[in-house]
């Protein structure tokens, strides 16, 4: 029923820019919750970047403020992650993910909170 698959990841030099694309299939773009999260090796799953559609507000992890840039492609079923002024520390494993209709906004940010998961995109970024 509802499949998110996110593309984009690579390797690439701290300082960089990689967009990462989630692929989104029988799920809705109104008034929901879509974002983004991330794992590294060790670490807690952790929020990224937020977007409740249906009000296009977002907000963004604390790590991430004014490198990071989420947005959506409704024509192409597609949610994405800009990432500029990449750094060694935002090396991770990186998911997409949606909440289930219904939620007013994209509070509470836990990941146990998001019904809807893709696989994952590794992003490496060297020093």
């Known amino acids: 029923q509802v499949q998110l698959a996110e593309s984009g990841g690579g390797s690439v030099e701290a300082g960089g820019s990689l967009r990462l694309s989630c692929a989104v299939s029988?799920?809705?773009?109104?008034?929901?919750?879509m974002a983004w999260f991330r794992q590294a090796p060790g670490k807690e799953r952790e929020g990224v970047a937020f977007l409740y559609t249906g009000t296009g507000r977002t907000d963004f992890g604390d790590s991430v403020k004014g490198r990071f840039t989420i947005s959506r492609d409704n024509a192409k079923n597609t949610l994405y992650l800009q990432m500029n002024s990449l750094k060694v520390e935002d090396t991770a494993l990186y998911f997409c993910?949606?909440?289930?209709?219904?939620?007013?906004?994209?509070?509470?940010?836990?990941?146990?909170?998001?019904?809807?998961w893709g696989q994952g995109t590794q992003v490496t970024v060297s020093s």
């Open positions: 993910a949606a909440r289930s209709p219904g939620y007013g906004t994209c509070a509470p940010r836990t990941p146990t909170t998001f019904r809807y």
């Open positions: 029988g799920y809705t773009y109104s008034s929901v919750c």
